[in-house]
């Protein structure tokens, strides 16, 4: 309704807003949200993005998240913002160069990558490595394991607000990485795993350094837990939040810490011997509840049993080449080459062309810090995988975010995506 | 893992349950497989989930495989695990590819897209199998992705890893490995149709 004598004669009634007889409903704000939530409860649904770019999400993961206020109705996980096609490209490469390029897809637990690989490829040429290889692989790859907590427990804790465990957790997995340089020559992505065995035995000096290692990081992972244990925010916020059923789990294919979280004792390095595994003596640390705390406990205690396996390894490390002495698969040792014309035609073959694997098909499992790392390998003969394909855990595990959240707030959703532990390059591949 | 002997105990009742769905039996490497009818694939799923004595309930891993030379072309493998007797085996369904094996997955942009606009005819389809297994939904998702498989019945079959408008199923084997220009700012008026 226009306001009598505002307008000019012959134009033409403009529209404007009409000043109803209001009535003020409810005396407080919260009965007012209540009479609008009843009146009309659709319009509360407010849909945002969270991420891509977003520093709780580990990574470029976007979530599309209905909230109804402050409570998740609905999830939707986005991914592949950084999927690099390294499938494909495995198939154009000769066998020993694909270990390289699989260690990039989950970032942080690169040993598992190359373990799965290595040891499908080992399957698929029946070949056994020499048992002080066993013993390193598993050396490294428990190593890794701490590195790949250590990493998640910072950065979780992050996410929740505990900003001192960051940096203590980062401390100690640089001296990880120191160690990963010293036996490996490259602090990430070490490509120390061959087909065969490794590359290279440990170096003089490397063992000192682990046992230094290992007889601090029990009293550290005390340090860490005195922090997060007696904190009230970190309680509150990890307690009987994200709790899913062991049933429910397993049906969405979730494996590793979140599962044993959840009270299933599974583990690949108990259940499905390979490896050293069967000769050390370790524990499976599982929860009861299976919520955030629950995942946070395991995952330390896996730190410790980490510790004690890598302490076993060092006492039991035996003698021996540490990669397996069959020419047509292995670089010959460097100090044959220029004696041997055998030695070096073999160095030569294996350079340029790379080894033949003969077809068949074969899976190979193993239990890496998010859970079961599958590598699926189709050869047909030449000298190039036909088909490479890596059952990553955090891709599976991902899907049992919505079923977390759904019915919990927005911060909640924020520390089940951080108990999750996600790796995107993992995810995308 | 079921040994050989086993591994024809389960084709031998699976086919007395179902007639014709297995179509074969391999055991290399310690591995077991069964490749089976992609049509009967629930029934072989279903029945190794509930039959008492197979009770494989964990669904590890579902791949897709292209044999490109080879008949039938496709193959769907899953991944089964029985978690209390730790066996594990591999069932593949063998799909023909609808479309012979002259003009698809090739990347070039004229072609109408083969998956969106015709109707799904021209790709081959399988059974989802996200009612007996949740944790299929991502993984038949990225099977779709890369290799054009439908999944009949699944809740939400989109493209998961690839641009949600990319056309052409990139991990088939005729897919050519580096085919696709990169766009910098000096090319980017070369590359065919870069505005879309």
Known sequence: MSRPGTETPGAPERETLERTEGEVVGTSAVERTAAVEELEPEHELLTINMGPHHPATHGVLRLLVSLEGEVVRDLKPIVGYVHTGIEKNCEDKSYWKVIPFVERMDYLSYFFNMEAFCGCVERLLELEIPPRAEYLRVLHLELNRIHSHLVWLGTSALDLGAMSMFFYCFRDRDRVLDLFEMSTGQRMHTRYFQVGGVFEDIPVGFERNLRAFCSEMPSRIDQYMAILDRNEIFLSRTRNVGIVDRDRLLDLGVSGPLLRAAGEPWDLRKVAPHLAYPDLDFQIPIGTVGDGYDRYRVRVQEMRESVRIIEQVLDGLPEGPWIADDRKVVLPPRDELPVSMEALIHHFKLVTEGFRVPPGEAYNAIDSPRGELGCFVVADGPDKPARVHFRDPSFVNLQALREMSVGGYVADLIQNLAMLDPILGGIDR | ?196
Do not use: K
Request: aromatic share 10%; proline share 10%.
């Open chain 2, 1 to 196: 893992m079921p040994d050989a002997p086993g591994l024809e105990l389960i084709a031998q009742e699976l086919n007395d349950a179902s007639e014709g769905s297995v179509l074969g039996t391999y055991h290399e490497h310690g591995q077991a497989c069964l490749i089976v009818d992609s049509d009967r694939v629930l029934d072989v799923l279903g029945w190794l989930r509930h039959t008492p004595g197979q009770e494989y309930r964990f669904l590890a891993s579902l791949h897709g495989v292209d044999y490109l030379p080879a008949e039938p072309r496709f193959g769907v493998v899953y991944e089964l695990l029985n978690m209390p007797r730790v066996e594990r085996l591999r069932v593949r369904a063998a799909l023909d590819d609808p479309a012979g094996s002259a003009d698809e997955g090739a990347p070039d942009r004229p072609r109408p897209r083969s998956g969106e606009d015709d109707p799904q005819t021209l790709l081959p389809a399988i059974d989802s199998c996200v009612s007996l297994f949740p944790t299929a939904e991502f993984q038949e998702r990225e099977v779709y992705d890369f290799f054009g498989i439908v999944f009949r019945g699944h809740p939400d079959l989109r493209r998961i890893l690839m641009p949600e408008d990319y056309v052409g199923w990139p991990q088939r084997r005729d897919f050519p490995l580096g085919g696709e220009p990169v766009i910098f700012t000096h090319n980017e008026r070369e590359v065919p149709r870069w505005f879309e």
